[in-house]
């Protein structure tokens, strides 16, 4: 028998998979990837008594796997926040599904665990950029202004780790990062006890962002903003983080982050303004490789040919959702 973690790579996926392994060890097999890498329980080969545990992956983009790992015979553990379409009723499946535009997977768990870990929780919605959400969860725990700042600071880097076309594009590959921080059990004692690796992390997020934010827009007004980020591997890394950080900064526009990619078309972050969390996963469900939730979604193989139509689709659908 054996147990196997599936989890996606970004600061979500792995703290989700922090508190659970805190709160349950195991000795387990570990399957993650690129944060746009969702359809991993698809290269999960599961046999008969195994425990799979899948989180912050998108039932619908991972049915067939699900389905394989059912027929095998194993326990499947599932808990997600992205569209799951219609959910297998199966005995060996339990599920702990939520769409909602203001919960993530670790909000998730650290309900499931009854807020045992609510600090790794806390990290993984700062990094999902559910910042009420996280504060809201953080009340709780009687934090000082300084140690919430530093807990929003490590889930917005830990999500910026985990984007790029490829693990190469990538400061640590999420797997050898959640063995990082698999000892510790909390944020706080991580980056004490891993100075090393939170430095790196702090230090090319902030490189990162300083070379995007020279860039300007190629569609900006009011309602909506669109920026084209060159072939570069800061710029893949900083694709999903930098659009959260436009969002942030005008609540009530929509924002897309287009990256350029070897093969002439574009990776697509999408950001639904937060003052109207909705239509970023609908949007973006309208391209063939497009998929995510109400507030954050992508594309992505966008053609580069298409990007004036793109920017129009974009303003006109977000202008709809406003009126």
Same mark, same amino acid.
């Given at each position: ?34 944060k ?51 959910i ?10 939520n769409?909602?535009?203001d ?10 665990? @009854?807020? !045992? ?7 993984? +919605?700062? &990094?999902?950029?559910? $910042?009420?959400? %996280?504060?809201?969860?953080?009340k ?10 530093r ?39 991580f ?5 090393e ?32 980020l ?5 710029? @893949?890394? !900083?694709s ?6 436009? +969002?942030? &900064?005008?609540?009530? $526009?929509?924002? %897309? ?67």
């Amino acid at each position: 028998m054996a147990v196997i973690d599936v989890f996606n790579g970004d600061a979500d996926g792995l703290c989700a998979l922090l508190q659970l392994r805190n709160a349950e060890p195991q000795d387990s097999v570990l399957v993650s990837g690129v944060k746009r890498d969702i359809a991993l329980l698809n290269r999960v080969k599961a046999a008969k008594g195994d425990k799979v545990t899948v989180l912050d992956v998108s039932l619908d983009k991972n049915r067939d796997g699900l389905a394989a790992a059912l027929a095998a015979g194993a326990e499947v553990f599932y808990v997600d926040h992205h569209f799951a379409g219609e959910i297998p009723d199966h005995p060996a499946l339990t599920t702990h599904i939520n769409t909602s535009a203001d919960v993530c997977t670790s909000l998730l768990v650290n309900g499931h665990l @009854r807020g !045992v870990f609510a600090e790794w929780a806390v990290v993984g +919605a700062f &990094g999902d950029n559910l $910042r009420q959400s %996280a504060i809201t969860v953080a009340k709780s725990l009687d934090l000082k202004t300084d140690e919430l700042n530093r807990l929003e600071n490590l889930g917005i880097y830990l999500n910026y780790n985990g984007y790029g076309a490829t693990l190469e594009d990538l400061h640590f590959e999420p797997i050898k990062l959640f063995e990082a921080m698999r000892p510790y059990s909390t944020p706080s004692a991580f980056m004490e006890g891993a100075t090393e690796t939170f430095e790196q992390l702090e230090a090319g997020y902030h490189n990162d962002m300083r070379a995007a934010a020279a860039l300007p827009p190629v569609h900006s007004n009011d309602n909506c903003a669109v920026y084209v980020l060159p072939n570069e591997r800061w710029a @893949r890394r !900083v694709s999903g983080v930098y659009s959260n950080d436009l +969002a942030n &900064g005008n609540p009530d $526009r929509a924002h %897309a982050v287009l990256t350029e990619k070897a093969n002439g078309e574009y990776l697509v972050s999408v950001r639904a303004p937060l003052n109207n969390k909705q239509g970023a996963d609908e949007f973006c469900r309208q391209f063939p490789t497009g998929g995510g939730r109400a507030a954050a979604a992508g594309i992505n193989d966008l053609p580069g040919d298409s990007l004036e139509h793109f920017c129009a689709k974009f303003d006109s659908f977000y202008r709809g959702l406003a009126k």
